[in-house]
C-alpha cells in the first residue's frame, strides 16, 4: 500500500475499531515495528487515541512506548542519534485495509463488486454447498454468501466484523428473494458465535491468512470447531505467499484454468478511476491502461495480482 493510499486515512481514524479488533490489529503491526516506532507514528494522535493505543499494549511495550513517546515530543533535532527519522504513514499503511473495511465499506464494494469468482469454483463445490449448513467468515458484503444460496445451501451463517460491510450485507439480504436462507451476523474468525459441530462447511473467500489476526492458527482452529466430523473448510482464492503455510496445515489446492483471462468489471469509468487513484495509487500502468481504453473492465495481470480461479479445503476429521 502506498503513502498516498495511507493518506486516505488520519490516525484518529483508529478510534473506529473496537478494543478487541484494536487489540488485534496492534498484535500484527507490532510484529512489524516496535513498541518505539510506533510511539513516533503517534506524534499528531489525540490523547484519546495514545489511551486506546496503549490500553491494548502490555506492560512491557507500554513501558518502552511511554519512554520513547516522552523523547517523542521534544523538537525533532533535540532527539539523540537514530531518533530523528520517523516512520512516515507506516501505522496507516498497515491498517489501511481494515480502516477502508470500517469506515469506507461504500468504496469498498464499489472496488470488489466486479471482481467475479472463476465459476468453476462453486461449481466444484456444489456438493460440499447443496443442502448443507453453511459458515462465510470474513463475509464482507456477501459474495461467498449469496453464490452458497443460489448453489442450493440450506443455511448460511455470513459472519463479518466490519459493521458498515456488515450493514451492506444486510442490505443487500434483505433486499434478496433467497434471503430467509442467509443470516447476517458479526463476527471473525477468532470468535464464531456458532455452537461446536454445527455446520457441515466452513468456508473463506479473500479474508482468510496465515497472519493470526486474519486467520492463522487461532481461526483454523475455530474453524476447525464449529465443523462437523467429515465437513470441509474451504478457502477461496487464498494469498499466493500462503500456500506453503496451508500445504504445511493439510490443506489440498486447486487453480483453475482460465485465469490469466479473467478481469474486473468496475461498475463504471468513472469507478474505476476513482478505485486506480485510492486503492492502487502505485500502479501507474493501471492508470495508463484506463486512460488509454476508456473502458471499466481490467485484466487482474494490469492490476498486478493473482485472479480468483483459485480454492484450498481441508477435510475435519
Known sequence: MSDASARSFQLDD?????????????????????????????????????????????????????????????PPLARGPGLRERPQQRLLKQCFWELTYWHTPELYEELTVGEQLHPGIFQHLEALVSGKIVLDAGAGSGRASFECARHGARLVYALEPSPGLLRILKQKVFSTPISERIIPGAGDFAHVPLASRSVDLALACSAFTSQPEQGGEPGLDELRRVVRPGGEIVLIWPRPEDRRWLAEHGFHSLILPGGERMSVRFPSLAVALRCARRFYANNSRLLRYLQKTEQPEVPFAVLGFNPPCEYCWLRVS
Not at 478487541?20 to 487515541?49: F, N, V, W
Not at 495514545?50 to 512491557?60: A, K
Open 14 to 74: 483508529l478510534l473506529i475499531f473496537d478494543e478487541a479488533h484494536l487489540r488485534r490489529i496492534l498484535e500484527g503491526c507490532l510484529r512489524k515495528m516496535t513498541p518505539e516506532q510506533l510511539a513516533y507514528e503517534m506524534d499528531s494522535a489525540s490523547p484519546q487515541l495514545v489511551q486506546r493505543i496503549t490500553n491494548c499494549l502490555s506492560c512491557e511495550q507500554r513501558g518502552r512506548f511511554f519512554q520513547t513517546h516522552s523523547v517523542n515530543v521534544e
